[in-house]
């Protein structure tokens, strides 16, 4: 793959959303989240993507998906691609950083626990619609050490996460080295770093308010958070009338599977109608 695309490099990377093609997503890369909800502390990075179809900028409504009744949020720092490459070393691997965004990767929870109990992939409780809201891009040069900043999180203005990136088992330099030995990082890539403690259950009508503190530049950071780092962003229902059927096999055998395991797609297909 070529480090870069003369077409891609024409795009704006302050907009990297609207045409960015991967969103790589490391779990439990923070020692406390990993030991709330019981899992052991990772040797190396556990991995999972989302669609650019999940992304969602800040002020926009998220979708609640109709088939989850325990929908968590978990605040994250982004780190935008700015140079593609394969094999990255460690020592450069800054260089390819253009900057960062505030999000959140919203996780169904219980679709997840299932999906663990069974070996699936997490792909119905991580990837849908809207489950990657972000904040506008910061540029690389706001947040001059990224490896030392606090993120927060409140629903209805009670704080729920707080945590600092210095916590991060896998530091943002391993990370790109390690994501692009096996994925090919291309520009207006997205990686989102992992969660703090502290996720929690949200619902329709609730408000979730997140920001980025620099420790180590407090004062002068504190402003940027509150101009560019702060995430608002109201919860509301799946519309009755979307639609996941992707399917035209015949319903009662999709009926009969929906009976025996619920977390088959027949449940999309079946579910509201
Ligand atoms: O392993 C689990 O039970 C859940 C893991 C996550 O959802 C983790 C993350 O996405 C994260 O740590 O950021």
Redesign the pocket.
């Known amino acids: 793959m070529p480090e870069s695309d003369p077409e891609m490099s024409a795009r704006n990377i302050t907009r990297f959303w609207e045409w960015g093609r991967k969103i790589i997503?490391?779990?439990?890369?923070?020692a406390d989240?990993a030991l709330e909800?019981k899992?052991a502390i990772p040797k190396e990075p556990v991995l999972f993507l989302k669609p650019p179809s999940a992304y969602v900028k800040e002020g926009s409504p998220i979708l609640l998906p109709f088939y989850t009744s325990n929908l968590h949020h978990?605040v994250?720092l982004g780190v935008v691609v700015g140079k593609g490459g394969t094999a990255i070393p460690q020592s450069s691997a800054m260089e390819h950083v253009a900057g960062y965004v505030l999000c959140l990767?919203l996780?169904a929870r219980d679709v997840?626990e299932e999906c663990?109990a069974k070996g699936l992939p997490w792909t119905l409780a991580k990837a849908f619609n809207t489950s990657c809201p972000i904040s506008d891009f910061i540029p690389k040069e706001k947040i001059p050490d990224p490896g030392s900043v606090n993120l927060w999180l409140k629903v209805n203005s009670v704080l729920k996460q707080q945590g600092s990136t210095s916590q991060m088992i896998f530091s943002i330099p391993y990370l790109i080295s390690y994501i692009s030995e096996i994925i090919s990082l291309e520009e207006g890539d997205l990686i989102l770093t992992?969660?703090p403690k502290g996720v929690s259950s949200v619902q329709e009508h609730d408000e979730l308010q997140a920001g980025i503190e620099d420790i180590k530049h407090f004062e002068v950071c504190h402003e940027v958070v509150f101009l560019i780092g702060a995430l608002k962003v109201p919860l509301q229902a799946f519309p009755q009338s979307v639609s996941f059927s992707i399917h035209t096999a015949n319903k009662s055998k999709l009926l009969y599977r929906h009976k025996q395991n619920h977390l088959t797609p027949a449940l999309l297909l079946l579910s509201p109608h």
Request: hydrophobic share 10%; proline share 0%.
């Open positions: 997503c490391v779990g439990r890369n923070y989240h909800l899992n978990e994250e990767d996780t997840q663990k992992g969660t």
